[in-house]
Nanobody, 118 residues
Framework: QVQLVESGGGLVQPGGSLRLSCAASGFSISTYMMSWYRQAPGKERELVASIRSDRAKTTYADSVKGRFFISRDNAKRMVYLQMNSLNFEDTAVYFC???????????RGQGTQVTVSS
């Protein structure tokens, strides 16, 4: 059974950091582009970051460039999102996905809540 399970979310103060993890099971992520998305209440889903299967290219939303960093460990079937200098606008449910350039959301997880609050 194909599964993506996110963890690492929580409550953090502005300026703080969190590291999200995404564990894949039932398939190998090595040939997939892996991505992190987020969705806040009343807002459109937003692509936060993507990393190609060969780790040669990463892309980030302008809103997180220089603060968030995506990485992957194909052997462990894990994808990570290091989030630094968090602000209120980063509050959302974050979920990971596996796919391709043409179908980035072939598989997706349920998500983990990140709340930035003082």
């Amino acid at each position: 059974q194909v599964q993506l399970v996110e963890s690492g979310g929580g409550l953090v103060q502005p300026g703080g950091s969190l590291r999200l993890s995404c564990a894949a099971s039932g398939f190998s992520i090595s040939t997939y582009m892996m991505s992190w998305y987020r969705q806040a209440p009343g807002k459109e889903r937003e692509l936060v970051a993507s990393i190609r299967s060969d780790r040669a290219k990463t892309t980030y939303a302008d809103s997180v460039k220089g603060r968030f960093f995506i990485s992957r460990d194909n052997a462990k079937r894990m994808v990570y999102l290091q989030m630094n200098s968090l602000n209120f606008e980063d509050t959302a449910v974050y979920f990971c996905s596996a796919g391709s350039v043409f179908e980035p959301l072939e598989f997706r997880g349920q998500g983990t809540q990140v709340t930035v609050s003082s």
